[in-house]
């Protein structure tokens, strides 16, 4: 089973999403972004960013969304 770091991680590579592009959309650094990436943070407002670059929910990417 992929965990959710991976499943995220994957579909940013897919898409040629990068974890920089998103933190300077955001004006956050992408230290904040990895952060949410790997579930050691929990900022809404980020995994939307992703969610949205994606083209998805956050839902769909974090088990129990935002």
Known sequence: MVNQHKKVKIE???K??????VAR???V???AVYAVMTGRS????IR???AEKLG???GRLW???I
């Open 12 to 14: 940013m590579i897919r």
């Open 16 to 21: 040629g999403v990068n974890p920089s592009e």
């Open 25 to 27: 959309e955001v004006g």
């Open 29 to 31: 650094t992408r230290w």
């Open 42 to 45: 929990r900022s809404a407002r």
């Open 48 to 50: 939307l960013a992703i």
């Open 56 to 58: 998805t929910t956050p």
């Open 63 to 65: 088990r129990k969304g």
